[in-house]
């Protein structure tokens, strides 16, 4: 069966979203034992950019998490 692998954000505080890949159905993580929706990126974005700075920082992250959405689609 094909794992459908989605890029997601979640509202955080100080006025930012972190990305997080939402994966279904649900795959094994070999480190915790057990299965798990959800690999957190460690990727920010900001939530209401105020400069030319943040909006470009925002793009680049999407970006580079999009690639690691697309990498992981095809390992799995």
Not at 31 to 51: A, D, N, Q
Not at 52 to 70: C, F, M, P, V, Y
Request: glycine share 2%; hydrophobic share 30%.
């Amino acid at each position: 069966m094909a794992v459908k692998v989605t890029l997601r954000e979640k509202p955080i505080s100080k006025n930012r979203k972190s990305l997080y890949l939402d994966f279904y159905p649900a795959i094994y993580n070999h480190k915790e034992g057990k299965e798990t929706r959800r690999e957190f990126l460690k990727m920010y974005i900001y939530e209401k950019t105020k400069s030319q700075s943040e909006k470009n920082h925002n793009r680049e992250t999407l970006l580079i998490a999009q690639g690691i959405r697309q990498k992981k689609e095809n390992e799995l």
